[in-house]
């Protein structure tokens, strides 16, 4: 899957979530602070791409506080997803 589709689909998720515009979101945006996302909504957040993807939700994971860190961090998931099936 490519990274851009991906990347997209994730700010996607994101917007409608938090009910904005898309348009906001850089890679740079932070949830918290740009945002103002609670942990409430970053989990349902979090919880959306898994389902999405069909990933394996890790438990001990702390979603990074910027979109693009975070895009790259599903993609490893993704990935690691891939090669284990």
Request: aromatic share 8%; charged share 30%.
């Amino acid at each position: 899957m490519p990274e851009d589709e991906v990347a997209k689909r994730i700010k996607q998720i994101i917007a409608e979530k938090l009910q904005l515009d898309e348009s906001r979101l850089t890679d740079s945006t932070s949830l918290v602070r740009d945002l103002e996302a609670d942990s409430l909504e970053q989990s349902d957040i979090i919880f959306t791409i898994e389902d999405e993807y069909n990933l394996t939700p890790e438990y001990s994971f702390t979603p990074p506080a910027r979109i693009g860190p975070l895009i790259g961090y599903f993609m490893g998931q993704i990935e690691k997803q891939k090669h284990q099936n």
